[in-house]
C-alpha cells in the first residue's frame, strides 16, 4: 500500500485525492523512460506508401493476394528498419541505414509483389499477358518481370527513406522526459495525415489498410494529447505547492531548487524537451517529508525546468494545440475521402 508523506505528518492535514494523483503521477510523467524509437511511426508511413505505391501499379486490381503480401511485407520491413536504425548509436551510421536499408529492402518487397502477381496470372499453362513499367517488361518474360520489382519497389521506399532519416535527426535533438510524445504527434501524426489523404486516391479494396493506419496513429497522437495533459495538471500542481494560501511546497513534497546545485549530475534531463539544457536554470527535487526519515535533508532530482510555471508549460501547451490540429486534419481527410462513399448509400 502506498502511504503519502502528509499522512504521517500530523502537523499537514490528509492529501486530497487530486493531491494524491499528483503524487503518483511524478511516477509516470517525469520518469526517465526509454528513448522514443522510430519503429511505430515508420510502420505506419511504410504501410501507407505502399499502397499508394501499388494502387499506381493496379497491383490489387490483377491480384489481391499481391497487394496484401506488399502489405505485410513493408509492415516487416518497417519493424525491422526500425529496430536496427535504434540500436544504431552513431548519427552517421543511423543516417546511412535510414537510407539505405528501406530503399534495399523495398526493392526485394517489389519483387516479392511482382512474383505474387505473376503466380496470379498463371492459369494452367498459359499466362496472360500484362506489361508494366510503361511497357518495358511484360508477364510473359518473367525474369525480367520479376526484376521490374526492384525498380517498383524501391522507389516508393525512397519516400520511406526521408521519412526515417527525418525521424533519426529528430531523435538525436529530442532530449527530455516528454520527448516520446514529442516525437509521436509530429511523425506518427503526419502518417496518419498521409494516409488520411491517401484515401482519396486509393479504390475501395484498397482502403482497409489505410484506415488501420488513421486509426493506430490518432490513437497515438490522442494518448500523446492525454499524457501531456496529466503532466500540465502535475507541474501546474507542483509550482502551486499551496498551503493556508502560501507557496510552501511541503503538502506536494516537490520544490524547485536553482540548478547550480545539481550542476555535476549528467543524468537530469529536461521536463520538457523544447526548454534545452541552457534555457532550463532550476530543478524539480522531491523531497522527503516523512517525520524522522534520514532522507528528509536531501533533495531527489527529477527533471530540468524553467524560471516559471509559465515558461516550463509553454512548449506542452503548444504541442497540444498541435496535436488537436492533426487529429483534426484527420478527421476531416478521411471524411472528404469517404464522402463521396457515403452519398451511395
Known amino acids: 500500500m502506498t502511504t503519502f508523506p502528509a499522512l504521517l505528518d500530523p502537523a499537514l492535514p490528509p492529501l486530497s485525492p487530486q493531491e494524491q494523483h499528483a503524487e503518483r503521477a511524478v511516477q509516470a510523467f517525469t520518469r526517465l523512460g526509454a528513448a522514443p524509437r522510430p519503429t511505430f511511426p515508420l510502420a505506419l508511413a511504410s504501410v501507407t506508401v505502399a499502397a499508394v505505391a501499388m494502387h499506381a ?33 552513431t548519427p552517421r551510421g543511423r543516417m546511412v541505414a535510414s537510407l539505405l536499408l528501406p530503399t534495399a529492402g523495398g526493392a526485394v518487397v517489389g519483387m516479392v509483389v511482382q512474383a505474387v502477381v505473376l503466380a496470379s496470372l498463371s492459369s494452367g499453362d498459359s499466362l496472360v499477358a500484362l506489361k508494366d ?55 506518427a501524426g503526419g502518417a496518419g495525415l498521409l494516409a488520411a489523404l491517401s484515401l482519396a486516391i486509393v479504390e475501395p479494396w484498397e482502403m482497409l489498410p489505410l484506415v488501420a493506419v488513421i486509426l493506430l496513429a490518432a490513437l497515438s497522437v490522442l494518448c500523446a494529447f492525454l499524457v501531456d495533459g496529466a503532466r500540465l495538471g502535475f ?77 516550463t508549460t509553454r512548449p506542452l501547451r503548444r504541442r497540444r494545440v498541435a496535436a488537436v490540429g492533426v487529429l483534426c486534419g484527420i478527421v476531416a481527410g478521411t ?8 452519398n451511395q448509400l
Open 57 to 89: 501499379d493496379l497491383v490489387a486490381r490483377y491480384s489481391l493476394l499481391a497487394f496484401w503480401a506488399g502489405i505485410f511485407a513493408s509492415l516487416a520491413l518497417a519493424l525491422v528498419v526500425g529496430h536496427t536504425v535504434s540500436v544504431i548509436r
Open 133 to 187: 513499367l510503361g511497357g518495358l517488361v511484360e508477364s510473359t518474360e518473367p525474369v525480367s518481370w520479376i526484376l521490374a520489382g526492384v525498380v517498383l519497389g524501391a522507389l516508393p521506399a525512397l519516400g520511406v527513406s526521408v521519412f526515417l532519416m527525418l525521424a533519426a535527426r529528430a531523435l538525436r535533438r529530442l532530449v527530455g522526459n516528454d520527448a516520446a510524445e514529442g516525437f509521436g504527434v509530429v511523425f
Open 235 to 311: 507541474l501546474r500542481h507542483v509550482w502551486s505547492g499551496i498551503v493556508s494560501g502560501t507557496h510552501d511546497h511541503r503538502r506536494t513534497t516537490y520544490d524547485v531548487v536553482p540548478a547550480d546545485r545539481f550542476q555535476h549530475d549528467p543524468s537530469i534531463a529536461p521536463m520538457v524537451a523544447q526548454l534545452g539544457l541552457r534555457s532550463a536554470p532550476h530543478v524539480l527535487v522531491r523531497v522527503d517529508r516523512r517525520v524522522g526519515s534520514y532522507r528528509s535533508a536531501a533533495a531527489e532530482p527529477i527533471a530540468l525546468i524553467a524560471d516559471t510555471e509559465d515558461e
Open 335 to 342: 471524411a472528404l475521402a469517404l464522402a463521396p462513399y457515403l
